[in-house]
């Protein structure tokens, strides 16, 4: 068995983030291959890897999977024995829900508050929630965990680790970066994302590396 998980810098990859996460919670074993984002080769040395240029890709023997989400969903199904869904139904319909319009939308939030663990911004993060745009994507965010919360009394998304706490905790590390004020119990959640046990070596991993990007 050969099972490679192919990711950018881990200060700044969120989409690497959370195949990497939702692997590393559920304890299967890989092998971490870590490609330096931003540089005059990384195109190319992605491209050994992923058709789409892109990372993260999961490569396990024969199988190749390029996408963060159906990596998740192969990890989940052929690893994890379906543990990274919720055992109800309704509940685990909502979790792909919440984790498919994180997938595909909050361009606004991708694009002016970019993953950054090692930094603080506040006020770059003021400046940005000023942003229509970014205010209305930071208001989704925040509707979506007071609702999943409310119905299943936390402390993560859908009580226990799911894909979809994988899929915003990017999105929390953000909040952090740029000092985006909580209620409560959503400061809670945030908190209980960053205290698993795969985000504390994550985020260890990216303070030390030295590479830096300059976005916009």
């Given amino acids: 068995m050969s099972r490679v998980l192919v990711i950018g810098n881990k200060n700044y990859s969120s989409w690497s983030l959370r195949p990497w996460l939702a692997l590393t919670q559920a304890g299967i074993t890989f092998e971490e291959r870590r490609i330096v984002l931003d540089r005059q080769q990384t195109k190319a040395e992605i491209l050994r890897h992923s058709p789409s240029g892109k990372v993260p890709c999961l490569i396990d023997d ?27 139904a309704d509940a685990r319909a909502r979790a792909r829900a919440v984790s498919a319009e994180m997938h595909s939308g909050f361009a606004a939030l991708r694009t002016h508050m970019p993953m ?32 999943c919360l409310d119905r299943s009394g936390g402390p ?7 894909i979809a706490d994988a899929f915003y905790a990017p999105v929390v590390t953000r909040f952090r970066t740029y000092g985006v004020d909580l209620a409560p119990p959503l400061a809670r959640y945030a908190e209980a994302v960053l205290a698993l046990d795969g985000m ?17």
């Fill in 200 to 216: 504390q070596r994550w985020a260890e991993a990216a303070a030390a590396e030295t590479e830096v990007i300059h976005y916009g």
């Fill in 156 to 162: 993560l998304l859908f009580g226990g680790f799911s």
């Fill in 62 to 88: 024969d199988r190749l999977v390029w996408d963060s989400l159906a990596i998740c969903e192969t990890a989940n199904e052929c690893y994890a024995d379906g543990a990274l869904w919720p055992a109800d």
């Fill in 116 to 147: 950054d663990i090692r930094s603080r911004w506040r006020e770059r993060g003021a400046a940005a929630g000023q942003r229509a745009d970014v205010a209305a994507d930071l208001a989704r965010v925040q509707s979506i965990w007071t609702e």
